[in-house]
């Protein structure tokens, strides 16, 4: 016997979610059938409120204006640029406390072997230091094989510009995404970065 329609159309939609597989995917599909109409609805409107969000036109990070949250706060320090891979990474650092100077979403990294991604927001990036007051940029790349590629990268880009080149401290684990690790290391890790070259 085989699911109505809805149903089905769920299941595919949950399954081309990152880490969710079909069995999965059904679970959840279970689950949300079982729900009240009211919380199915709260639900169908927080997804439907997606298309009504953007990209920050500064920095890349999720808005619900032309600058997001951080980018729009006066308090923020406009001489410290951090660098991260995605948005997830914003949030983690953020709830860290630690941090408060402003951001730049890559939007990825590097693969090695394939040069250039202009996919990547690099040359936004190049153009931020041209055009702001930067005066460190922190490299809070995940600290992988394409994160550390993405950083010798965009490391020989930036030294030439004047600006101090950082990353975190490697109290983060090699291999290890930022969006996963606690706010101690990540407050740690940077208040104690390294000043690369």
Do not use: W
């Amino acid at each position: 016997m085989r699911y109505p329609k809805p149903f089905q159309n769920l299941i595919a939609h949950f399954s081309a979610l990152p880490s969710v597989g079909p069995k999965m995917a059904e679970r959840i599909v279970l689950h949300l059938f079982k729900q009240e109409h009211e919380r199915l609805l709260s639900f169908a409107e927080s997804l439907e409120a997606l298309q009504d969000l953007s990209l920050c036109t500064r920095c890349f990070h999720i808005a619900e204006g032309p600058l997001c949250d951080v980018c729009s706060d006066p308090k923020r320090d406009p001489s410290v640029l951090c660098v991260v891979e995605e948005p997830m990474d914003v949030i983690a650092i953020e709830r860290s406390g630690g941090y408060q100077g402003l951001y730049h979403v890559l939007g990825g990294v590097m693969r090695t072997g394939q040069g250039d991604d202009p996919s990547l927001r690099i040359p936004e990036l190049l153009s931020r230091i041209a055009t702001e007051d930067v005066k460190e940029v922190i490299l809070a790349l995940n600290p992988t094989t394409e994160g550390d590629l993405t950083t010798l990268y965009l490391r020989k880009k930036l030294e030439p510009l004047g600006v101090t080149v950082s990353r975190p401290a490697r109290g983060l684990s090699t291999g290890g995404d930022i969006e996963y690790a606690d706010e101690a290391t990540l407050t740690s890790a940077l208040r104690n970065r390294e000043k690369l070259g």
